[in-house]
């Protein structure tokens, strides 16, 4: 007989072979059961907490630990509490991604949640089919962007290279499709080369910039900036 605390919890949260293990958090009751529903029809992602106020979000990630956090930066129509709960995220849980899942489209927004630590950045208009992709995008170590905020993204610089970041010819073409938000899957094929490899010119970049983010690489490092 299951116990009762096990029956109390969510049916995704007692499923032993999810690959990623999802926590929603938007104001929005509506709209958490949207994405709970879209994320849990794609074989091997499910939703093990929903809520839709910070407090609550840090008490749940820290008891249900997902892999991965969709958050609306919008939380209860203040953008300021949405990204003060995403450098929460980082500070406390730095291995759970996020992805920031909105209405939107700031660039100051945009660089601020990946200045504290997000992945991914996507509008709520988004498809069903795109929003599954980015989330498994950024499980496998991606950042992933609506198209709209990929060009966002690619033509903000949001800091300054260090003077001793002198990147190869190999590593600045991988840090530009980076930048466009090409997983590094896109990256290999558009290279001809093999995903490891495109890993390796990656890791080496990210060590030269000073960051341990690829999300951070994306929108410090834009063509211009190493063109």
Avoid at 56 to 62: E, K
Avoid at 102 to 119: C, N, P, Q, Y
Wanted: charge should be positive; include cysteine.
């Amino acid at each position: 007989m299951p116990s009762q605390r096990s029956m109390s919890l969510p049916r995704s949260y007692r499923a032993p072979n999810a690959r990623v293990r999802v926590a929603i958090v938007d104001s929005n009751i509506i709209f958490r059961a949207g994405v709970r529903t879209v994320l849990e029809r794609r074989p091997g992602i499910a939703v093990v907490s929903e809520c839709g106020d910070a407090a609550t979000a840090l008490d749940q990630i820290a008891s249900l630990e997902p892999d991965l956090v969709v958050v609306d930066v919008d939380l209860e129509d203040d953008t300021t509490k949405g990204l003060a709960l995403l450098q929460e995220l980082s500070r406390q849980f730095p291995r759970v991604r996020v992805l920031v899942l909105t209405t939107a489209l700031s660039e100051l927004v945009v660089v601020e949640s990946l200045r504290r630590g997000a992945a991914g950045y996507a509008l709520k208009d988004c498809s069903p089919d795109e929003l599954s992709r980015m989330v498994l995008a950024i499980d496998q170590g991606d950042s992933a962007f609506s198209p709209h905020v990929a060009s966002v993204v690619a033509r903000n610089v949001g800091g300054h290279v260090p003077v001793e970041a002198t990147l190869t010819d190999r590593e600045r073409e991988v840090v530009r499709l980076v930048a466009r938000g090409m997983s590094n899957r896109q990256v290999a094929v558009e290279l001809f080369l093999s995903e490891s490899t495109v890993k390796f010119h990656l890791r080496n970049a990210m060590r030269k910039l000073g960051t341990t983010r690829r999300s951070e690489v994306a929108y410090r490092v834009g063509r211009a900036e190493l063109g």
